[in-house]
């Protein structure tokens, strides 16, 4: 399968217990999703490769992931690193007003006030209060916008456009 048509949903830890049990990062809001799950894409050097999953616990907001044929901390070890992926029409539900951070990147971001072009979305960082929209502009340093209702106003995937008003944000 194409990597453009799988979406990271988390990356290997290290090993737990002695039965090739291995701990997951989740890169998901979501990491309940795993719980479940009968197999899922694993990369490897060359690309991808699909593991069976025999059982997936949840310690605390972390799953812990035995895969078939991997039986002992030292099988597992050698996964540690590798990302977690699976295809985009296995993705969670999001609520009307949740994002997927791929759909979000790349997305044409428009002054609010003015209607001007103020750059493109190249990345999102996570913060615990709330994500920042790191926007490539025509100047040497990017924008960077808080996630929250006073700055970003209108997010419409389908058209890939990201209205904000940045009374604030700059010193313009």
């Known amino acids: ?4 048509e799988l979406v990271i949903v988390g990356k290997l830890g ?4 002695l039965h090739g049990e291995i701990h997951v990062t989740p890169a998901t809001d979501y990491p ?4 479940g799950m009968d197999e899922i894409h694993v990369s ?3 690309g991808w490769e699909i593991l069976r999953i025999a059982s997936t616990t949840m310690i605390g907001r972390r799953p812990v992931i035995k895969f078939e044929n991997v039986d002992s901390p030292e099988e597992a070890a050698r996964l540690t690193n590798r990302e977690l992926a699976v295809p985009k ?4 539900t999001l609520p009307e007003d949740e994002h997927f951070i791929f ?7 428009i002054e609010q006030q003015s209607g001007d072009r103020i750059g493109e979305v190249v990345n999102v960082e996570q913060y615990p209060a709330n994500d920042v929209y790191v926007v490539r ?5 990017p924008l960077m916008i808080p996630v929250v209702g006073e700055f970003v106003k209108v ?3 389908e058209a890939r456009r990201i209205i904000v008003d940045t009374t604030g944000l700059t010193d313009a």
């Open 1 to 4: 399968m194409p990597s453009d």
């Open 14 to 17: 290290r090993p737990r217990g």
């Open 32 to 35: 309940e999703r795993f719980d």
């Open 44 to 46: 490897t050097r060359d």
């Open 89 to 92: 029409d296995q993705l969670v």
């Open 103 to 109: 759909d979000l990147i790349g997305c044409e971001v």
């Open 137 to 141: 502009t025509t100047s040497e340093s």
């Open 155 to 157: 997010i419409d995937i």
